[in-house]
């Protein structure tokens, strides 16, 4: 329990769903009074091994990061701050840290804080993973299998094919292969719609947008991403590879020629390796003259080696038979492991039969196969809400996390308008800002009140940042969010507490000073006019005396109920303490003042009050006067009230 040496509240704040803890002024430093179950576990310590220790020895980092100094400006000043520091480590811990500082009535300090780091990991990994397939020298398209439409190609499909992502996503991949139809591609595919095959490997030609053809290797397999079977098609350009395969039955100068200048490994051979490009050197890291040394098994990895060996065999004794793809492991000369793919076939070599090989580094294939699985499983694991839609605000994906949250069924979020979560809560201003900050490419980052789909409302911090193309064009904006209800409810109620009286309701002493000095600093600046009041309940100790101290807070509660009706709603009514109270009037003359005073004087004076039948009051006026202070002005007041109760009470003195 959180208890103070003046507070009349107690808060049990291993309730609190966040990291908490509360530090005590001291010797010029901080001492630990209390430390949350949460923040515990957070920071792999006890309770019992902080109470009463300085934070400066057990987090010996506050200092060098500023939090501190945060410390000491909310001691001083009372303004609570948030502030986030980024990465934070010290010998005992390390990670990323946002904070909230706020001042406790007693004097104390307590902190909430968050500890963000695995949510930064993973923004970073999920940004590391995009990177990867984004930028893989490799053409990668995903098509819907049931449409067979287009939904995403990478950098590198949009360079060679020569449509854009947006231009794709009406087209399928008959658009793209001429003299094919749908039931050709239905034909082709059937193997793996089946489920008799992972994959399927095939040549085809390709159709770029300015009408030029391309031989393609593809890989087309079926993968799951965002909960949905689709068509993912990893693709290589070998035009070159069957250029150079047409022109080795015409010219082995041309092949020479063909294949020094080929980006694929191509290699020649018999007992051992003839022939090897430069392609295939950079690929395997071996000098020309040190891969004509070996055979062509030697590096491979061990389970393959026999397969392969019985290939050489055939084809060196004249053998003839379909090209064979297979994805091999070899290790290169410095000692790195790559896959690639590797196609041979016979040919005759200076009068004598021979393999020729083609070899393709698919090592980043494969790890873009990986990590798209990996991404989609990442985003539907995360704990954080995500949602993507187009420019235009239409919903292209939500992940698990935010349908389990909102109450919704995916097929009701997909193509719908984001603003099916607006609450009525926030203006069109808003929202203007919203829209006109990601639609010029920056990171928007607010709180915003949602509706889930049972109309119930939550409070949601949300991070909105923009997906731009290639020419630095809005295309998408991915929002990642979490709901701080709970934070935003703890956070109310702990103001309420920080600035209403708990007895009658009204701003306490310290809030009405606050007002006081609000309201001096606007009539200093704008040369403006506001009065005061004090008034205390004549003979009250009488009351408690006769009564109770039970009857006296009734007849206190009943009297602020009396005045609260009373009063204008721009005035500020609270409790000075005890049985004394202090209304600030804004924009009030002399005369309208006095008015309101007496009405208020009556009014208690005549009101039958439950237990004690009739009470009354005295009242000191006066009105803001140039250069007043806040404590001259209230000096003067106070002087106008005891003289009102000097004059007999029951009465109104203006000064």
Not at 33 to 39: C, E, I, L, R, Y
Not at 94 to 102: F, I, P
Not at 298 to 321: A, D, N, P, T, W
Not at 623 to 631: F, L, Q, R, V
Request: proline fraction near 2%; glycine fraction near 4%; include cysteine.
């Amino acid at each position: 329990m959180l208890s103070g040496r003046s507070s009349n509240f107690e808060i049990d704040i291993d309730t609190i769903p966040m990291n908490v803890a509360v530090y005590r002024y001291e010797e010029d430093d901080f001492i630990f009074v209390d430390f949350n179950s949460m923040a515990q576990k957070t920071e792999k310590i006890t309770k019992d091994e902080l109470i009463g220790k300085k934070v400066t020895e057990v987090f010996p980092g506050v200092r060098e990061l500023g939090l501190f100094d945060v410390l000491i400006r909310v001691y001083e000043n009372s303004a609570a701050e948030e502030v986030d520091f980024g990465y934070y480590e010290d010998e005992r811990t390390k990670g990323w840290r946002e904070n909230r500082v706020s001042k406790l009535p007693n004097g104390d300090i307590i902190v909430f804080y968050s500890d963000l780091t695995a949510r930064k990991e993973k923004e970073d990994k999920l940004k590391s993973f995009g990177r990867i397939i984004d930028n893989s020298i490799n053409e990668v398209y995903i098509s819907d299998i049931d449409t067979f439409k287009f939904s995403y190609i990478n950098k590198e499909a949009e360079k060679n094919i020569g449509y854009t992502l947006q231009e794709m996503q009406d087209m399928t991949p008959v658009d793209i292969k001429p003299d094919y139809d749908m039931h050709s591609l239905k034909k082709l595919i059937e193997p793996i719609i089946n489920g008799k095959e992972k994959s399927l490997l095939v040549e085809t030609v390709h159709q770029r947008k300015d009408g030029s053809l391309y031989y393609a290797e593809i890989r087309l397999e079926i993968m799951t991403i965002d909960n949905k079977n689709q068509f993912v098609v990893f693709a290589n350009d070998i035009s070159d590879r069957k250029k150079a395969q047409l022109q080795l039955q015409e010219s082995e100068e041309k092949f020479r020629v063909i294949a020094e200048n080929s980006v694929m490994g191509i290699f020649i051979y018999q007992e051992t390796i003839v022939y090897a490009n430069k392609a295939l050197e950079e690929i395997s890291e071996y000098e020309s003259e040190e891969l004509h040394t070996m055979k062509p098994w030697k590096y491979i990895q061990e389970s393959y080696k026999e397969k392969l060996k019985e290939i050489s065999v055939k084809r060196l004794s004249g053998q003839s038979f379909p090209q064979e793809y297979n994805d091999i492991e070899i290790v290169t000369k410095s000692g790195k492991k790559k896959i690639v793919r590797v196609s041979t076939q016979t040919i005759k070599y200076k009068g004598e039969y021979a393999g020729l090989g083609t070899v393709v580094d698919v090592t980043d294939i494969i790890q873009t196969k990986q990590q798209l699985k990996l991404l989609a499983q990442a985003v539907e694991q995360m704990d954080e809400m995500v949602r993507i839609t187009d420019k235009d605000g239409i919903i292209s994906y939500v992940n698990e996390a935010l349908i389990s949250h909102a109450g919704y069924k995916r097929a009701e979020l997909i193509d719908k308008k984001i603003s099916m979560f607006k609450s009525g809560k926030h203006d069109k201003a808003f929202y203007k800002n919203l829209w006109d900050t990601i639609l010029s490419g920056d990171t928007f980052k607010d709180v915003f009140i949602n509706r889930k789909k049972d109309k119930s409302l939550f409070y949601e911090e949300e991070t909105i940042t923009p997906i731009m193309d290639e020419n630095n064009q809005v295309q998408h904006f991915v929002a990642t969010s979490h709901d701080i209800t709970k934070r935003v409810q703890m956070e109310k109620e702990l103001h309420k507490l920080a600035t209403i009286d708990s007895l009658t309701c009204t701003y306490n002493r310290h809030k009405i000073t606050e007002e006081l000095e609000i309201e001096i600093a606007r009539v200093s600046r704008y040369d403006g006019v506001f009065s005061i009041m004090m008034f205390d309940i004549d003979h009250f100790k009488k009351i408690n005396d006769t009564y109770g101290h039970d009857v006296g807070d009734s007849v206190l509660i009943e009297l602020c109920d009396l005045v609260s009706k009373l009063i204008r709603e721009s005035d500020r009514f609270g409790r000075w303490g005890g049985e004394e109270f202090m209304i600030i009037s804004p924009n009030i003359e002399k005369e309208k003042v006095i008015l309101l005073a007496n009405k208020l004087k009556e009014a208690i004076a005549t009101h039958i009050f439950k237990d004690v039948k009739q009470v009354t009051v005295s009242v000191g006026v006066t009105c803001y006067a140039k250069g007043d202070s806040k404590e001259s002005i209230l000096k003067r007041a106070d002087d106008l009230l005891y003289a009102a109760k000097d004059a007999g009470r029951n009465t109104v003195i203006y000064g």
